[in-house]
């Protein structure tokens, strides 16, 4: 079955900075990758997802990247703000969907 | 409509009892998906409908674990003889179909005593 690794487990960057996350993906025939936001107590919420057919997508200060050779995909968020705290899963989806183990990101002000 | 809701919202139980949690999904998604996350952890994936059907139930960690949705709409997962190990919060999602986004609901936090 598909096997998702995420980096870092955790995050720290100072507000205004760039944060970068990474995954990597095991089933080469999973073809859509989701990234959920999840704040402490809450439901993981989506804040961004590409196709396969896709190298990239942007939305304002959020972007992903998709490398289907390299079987890794990236979330990128520029300008940092503290209210992005929060811990970020990617997923991988074939028949169904399997997440990264999270990053927690923390966005000192 | 709505978004996917899921009750309750707690519960807790003793160890060996049986649970039941619900959730009900956005109305007119076709595809249903349980998971379990523990703290610090991703969602796991447990089992997947496709309308009535389980197309894929190959997450559910033992035969304790059940989980229906007979008319196509809200769903139930069922836990028999509850164990400690099984304290964790049960995440329902739905969406339109297979492979497209989805969403999920707030969760039924369970611990087990």
């Known amino acids: 079955g598909e096997n998702v690794e995420q980096h870092p487990s955790t995050l720290s960057v100072q507000e205004g900075d760039s944060a970068v996350i990474k995954c990597t993906y095991s089933?080469?025939?999973?073809?859509?990758f989701p990234w959920y936001k999840q704040e402490l107590g809450k439901r993981p919420q989506l804040i961004i997802d590409?196709?396969?057919?896709?190298g990239e997508k942007k939305d304002q200060r959020i972007a992903v990247t998709l490398n289907k050779t390299a079987k890794h995909f990236s979330l990128h968020i520029t300008e940092t703000q503290p209210e992005d705290s929060a811990v970020y899963f990617c997923a991988a989806v074939n028949n169904d969907m399997r997440f990264g183990a999270g990053t927690r990101l923390t966005v000192k002000p | 409509g709505a978004g996917v809701s899921q009750t309750p919202s707690n519960k807790v139980t003793e160890k060996g009892k049986y649970v039941e949690l619900r959730c009900d999904p956005i109305s007119g998604h076709t595809a249903l998906y349980w998971y379990r996350q523990s703290l610090g952890q991703g969602p796991e994936f447990l089992i997947y409908f496709q309308g009535t059907g389980a197309a894929d139930d190959s997450g559910l960690p033992n035969d304790r674990f059940f989980a229906v949705r007979p008319e196509g709409s809200v769903s139930t997962l069922k836990i028999q003889r509850t164990e400690r190990g099984d304290s964790a919060v049960y995440l329902c999602?739905?969406?339109?179909?297979?492979?497209?986004?989805?969403?999920f609901g707030p969760g039924t936090r369970l611990l087990v005593l």
């Open positions: 999602a739905s969406s339109l179909g297979k492979g497209e986004t989805q969403y």
């Open positions: 089933d080469s025939a999973s073809n859509y």
């Open positions: 590409i196709r396969s057919n896709v």
